[in-house]
């Protein structure tokens, strides 16, 4: 399969922000005004817990909700934390796993990260599997070799491969302002597909959707969705604006899909 026959995919990610009306504004203004093709971009956004409900119910049917993060337990005496199955029975079809921030801030390791993805595989929800380097590890030439180590970790817990979207997202680059140029990403990108066609086969490393994270805004996406293994983004501050619009019309537009 080409590029050509990957739909691309954005997912907003709002982290813990937001009110009950900055979010219904959002979607009303934002989301709900945004025109795309749904067999060329697929698009996701991610509130918090709490406003998953609201989100869905205001929500045109073009756009998906996602959860920022599932439990590695399952139902039960767990405290705060909400499973792949009480997902799956919320009508919620997607989760992120091991954003940047849960392994950055919260401590959240390889193993754990492992875990969840055997979770949401367990009942059939969709995970964008976050991964990247930080900036020390790519200056010491070591980019390749982290992101092996954090693929590598979850690899046995994938039994379905099409419920997986794989983010890259360069810590250096989250929040920053600093977004990796085309040619890093597109670089960093062609050693993700390899490690899936090596680890896994050929045909899902090309069905493989892999986004980009880190500072993207509407003025970058357009180069970056351009390069050939660049799949889609994963959006922090700009998804929580209405220059995420503009986001989703440069992908719609880009010429990298049929
Ligand atoms: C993110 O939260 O995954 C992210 C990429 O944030 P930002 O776009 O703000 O860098």
């Not at 997912?11 to 067999?39: H, M, P, R, Y």
Request: with cysteine; net charge negative; aromatic share 6%.
């Amino acid at each position: 399969m080409e590029s050509a026959q990957r739909k691309m995919i954005v997912g907003g990610n709002w982290k813990s922000n937001g009110t009950v009306q900055s979010i219904k504004d959002l979607v009303n203004d934002v989301l709900n005004k945004a025109e795309f093709d749904t067999e060329r971009v697929e698009v996701i956004v991610a509130p918090i817990s709490i406003h998953i409900a609201s989100v869905k119910a205001l929500l045109k049917e073009n756009v998906k909700v996602a959860a920022q993060n599932v439990s590695e337990t399952g139902n039960g005496a767990f405290t705060g934390e909400i499973s792949a199955e009480q997902l799956k029975d919320f009508d919620v079809q997607w989760t992120y796993i091991g954003h940047s921030e849960r392994r950055n801030v919260f401590g959240e390791t390889d193993a754990q990260v492992a875990n969840k993805v055997a979770k949401a595989q367990s009942v059939g929800l969709n995970a964008i599997v976050c991964i990247g380097e930080h900036l020390e590890q790519r200056e010491a030439g070591e980019t390749n070799m982290v992101l092996k180590k954090m693929l590598d970790a979850f690899k046995d817990s994938v039994k379905d491969w099409s419920k997986i979207v794989i983010a890259y997202e360069p810590v250096w680059a989250i929040g920053t302002g600093k977004t990796a140029s085309p040619a890093i990403a597109e670089e960093t990108h062609k050693y993700i597909r390899s490690w899936v066609k090596e680890n896994v086969s050929e045909e899902v490393a090309n069905g493989m959707r892999i986004q980009y994270g880190g500072s993207v805004t509407a003025a970058t996406a357009p180069e970056l969705i351009s390069q050939p293994n660049i799949d889609g983004f994963l959006v922090g501050g700009a998804s929580l604006k209405a220059e995420f619009k503009d986001i989703i019309t440069a992908m719609n537009n880009s010429e990298s899909t049929a």
